[in-house]
């Protein structure tokens, strides 16, 4: 069975880091497309991350460029979203999800309704930035 797991969500304050983990049982993300999509209250899915495990493409949503990083760890079977400066606005449920079509996935990642590209998916796990 393929399954995603996540975590690493928590409360923190404004300006403060957190690292999001996706963890992966029963494939390897060895050739997948890997994105971390998020949901903040009464909003659509939006792109944040993506990152094509085939040919190692990573893009991220203009409004997390140079805060967030995504990595891999593959002998973990594990990919990373680490979130620095953290604001207000980053306040949402935080999804990974993956997609063995990996190019069509990492190019439809970004834009709106690229989430319906991917197929896997895990629970989420809830971002909150307060003070």
């Known amino acids: 069975q393929l399954q995603l797991v996540e975590s690493g969500g928590a409360l923190v304050q404004p300006g403060g880091s957190l690292r999001l983990s996706c963890a992966a049982s029963?494939?390897?993300?060895?050739?997948?497309?890997i994105g971390w999509f998020r949901q903040a209250p009464g909003k659509e899915y939006e792109g944040v991350s993506c990152?094509?495990?085939?040919?190692?493409?990573?893009d991220y949503a203009d409004s997390v460029k140079g805060r967030f990083t995504i990595s891999r760890d593959k002998a973990k079977n594990t990919v990373y979203l680490q979130m620095n400066s953290l604001e207000s606005e980053d306040t949402a449920v935080y999804y990974c999800?993956?997609?063995?079509?990996?190019?069509?996935?990492?190019?439809?990642?970004?834009?709106?309704?690229?989430?319906?590209?991917?197929?896997?998916w895990g629970q989420g796990t809830l971002v909150t930035v307060s003070s």
């Open positions: 999800a993956a997609e063995r079509r990996a190019s069509r996935a990492s190019a439809a990642c970004l834009l709106k309704g690229g989430h319906r590209y991917f197929d896997v």
């Open positions: 029963g494939f390897s993300l060895d050739v997948y497309a």
């Open positions: 990152i094509n495990n085939n040919d190692g493409r990573i």
